[in-house]
């Protein structure tokens, strides 16, 4: 039988809306949201769970989100936008983003969002100006650089000292955040974020920042009296891409938390605050793979087979950006043994577009349909036209059904914006 993702047969898929092609399995999408929501509200004090929207957004998923009782990370005009779009209730929304600008901020602000996650002073400033001038109150967290290196990719490391994300500990620009937006009249502090980092499979670095946010807490409260109400604590659980993986449990990393919460908490005799976690990846990348078409077979002898697919890093830019590791098979014939060495490439004019080094599979032959895995994350929103590719479709499948959710890109898109002189078409020289 030809291989089956949420009972779907990627063959049929591939052949009913062609590729490449991502393909996301709502049931496995809704399952991991339902365990978060219950791994927070089974948990005292409740928390409240956020999806980091930048792993993979569309309006559906707005809809699957909201269905599942759990609230949206966004970090741009456009992720708000299309909360906004998909009648996503505002007050389960978080605006992070390091630089946003003026604009984005006054619509986060008329939206009515949940928060918005102060990265700087600069960008503080701005909020009170903005608040003051229509009288709209709006709660807010101060993202903290809790100085943690964790050890990951240092492009998806966003913790450490040395970094383009939140307040420094290091001076004592925190504290006079804090009590600036305590004197403010529209902008009211409830608490603090961090994030350490993404792809993680140890709770080391969110434990350690933890300890370093309740210094911050004592710190701040005894220069202002401040006391935070909620604690952002990020997401970042690490997910299956190959066997060298071993992703932990939700609960490992949210028990840890809770109980550290806790905790701390008692120790500096302060009510425990509500707790938001907000992972991305965990959500939705074992959720999702891509389709391929295998162009040509090219061995170059006692050297390697290269296995050139239909689409590459314009659709899955991660490997070229940071040698991510992705596993694939043969969907035509995925229970013979995978005994082909092969290296699988995109059809990018770029040596660097390389999907796969060095992997097994089941003797590709041009025409076949390849099935890379655990590509629902940072895949789709991440792709992009270079050499003028249109973008892939993304299909919805649920438990054998399936239905287009996103169509593929036309080459009249890809001129559609293009600002042209008309009278100029149809009089080229040479
Ligand atoms: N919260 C904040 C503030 C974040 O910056 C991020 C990710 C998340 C939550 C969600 O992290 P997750 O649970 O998905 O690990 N493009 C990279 C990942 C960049 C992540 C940036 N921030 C990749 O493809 O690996």
């Known amino acids: 039988?030809?291989?089956?993702?949420?009972?779907?047969?990627?063959?049929?898929?591939?052949?009913?809306?062609?590729?490449?092609?991502y393909v996301i399995s709502e049931r496995m999408v809704r399952d991991r949201l339902s365990q978060l929501h219950a791994a927070v509200h089974k948990r005292t004090p409740k928390g409240f769970a956020l999806y980091a929207a930048k792993a993979l957004l569309t309006v559906e998923m707005c809809h699957i989100v909201a269905d599942e009782g759990v609230g949206l990370d966004v970090v741009s005009g456009g992720e708000l936008y299309t909360a906004y779009r998909a009648g996503f209730p505002m007050k389960h929304v978080y605006f992070h983003g390091n630089n946003k600008s003026k604009e984005e901020l006054e619509l986060a602000v008329q939206y009515g969002v949940g928060r918005i996650v102060v990265d700087n002073t600069d960008e503080l400033e701005l909020l009170c100006a903005i608040t003051d001038s229509n009288a709209a109150p709006v709660?807010?967290?101060?993202?903290?650089?809790?100085?943690?290196?964790?050890?990951?990719?240092?492009?998806i490391s966003t913790g450490q000292i040395d970094s383009k994300f939140g307040i420094p500990l290091v001076s004592d620009s925190l504290e006079r955040a804090v009590t600036r937006a305590i004197s403010s009249a529209h902008v009211n502090p409830v608490g603090f974020h961090f994030h350490v980092g993404s792809q993680l499979f140890t709770n080391e670095s969110h434990r350690k920042a933890t300890?370093?946010?309740?210094?911050?807490?004592?710190?701040?409260?005894?220069?202002?009296?401040?006391?935070?109400?909620?604690?952002?604590?990020?997401g970042g659980y690490g997910v299956w891409y190959t066997n060298d993986d071993a992703p932990q449990s939700l609960e490992y990393f949210v028990d840890a938390l809770w109980a550290d919460v806790d905790r701390y908490s008692k120790k500096l005799s302060i009510a425990t605050p509500r707790i938001i976690i907000e992972p991305g990846r965990w959500v939705v990348a074992e959720a999702g793979v891509t389709l391929y078409t295998v162009g040509s077979v090219k061995e170059i002898p006692g050297v390697r087979t290269y296995v050139a697919v239909d689409g590459g890093m314009t659709d899955n830019p991660r490997p070229a950006l940071y040698n991510a590791n992705y596993s694939a098979l043969i969907a035509d014939r995925p229970d013979d043994p995978a005994k082909t060495l092969v290296t699988v490439a995109g059809k990018c004019c770029e040596s660097g577009d390389i999907l796969i080094?060095?992997?097994?599979?089941?003797?590709?032959?041009?025409?076949?349909?390849?099935?890379?895995?655990?590509?629902?994350?940072?895949?789709?929103?991440?792709?992009?036209?270079?050499?003028?590719?249109?973008?892939p479709a993304l299909v919805m499948t649920n438990n054998g059904r399936h239905r287009l959710s996103v169509r593929r890109e036309?080459?009249?898109?890809?001129?559609?914006?293009?600002?042209?002189?008309?009278?100029?078409?149809?009089?080229?020289?040479?």
């Open 1 to 21: 039988m030809d291989y089956q993702f949420d009972s779907c047969s990627c063959l049929t898929l591939a052949k009913r809306y062609g590729t490449p092609l």
């Open 410 to 430: 036309t080459y009249e898109d890809l001129v559609a914006r293009e600002v042209v002189d008309a009278q100029r078409v149809g009089d080229l020289r040479c």
């Open 139 to 155: 709660d807010i967290l101060f993202r903290i650089t809790p100085g943690v290196d964790s050890h990951t990719h240092e492009y």
């Open 211 to 234: 300890a370093i946010l309740f210094d911050v807490i004592q710190r701040i409260r005894d220069h202002n009296g401040f006391v935070p109400d909620e604690l952002d604590l990020g």
């Open 357 to 391: 080094h060095d992997i097994h599979l089941q003797n590709p032959k041009p025409g076949d349909t390849m099935v890379v895995l655990s590509t629902g994350a940072y895949n789709f929103s991440m792709a992009s036209n270079y050499n003028r590719l249109p973008r």
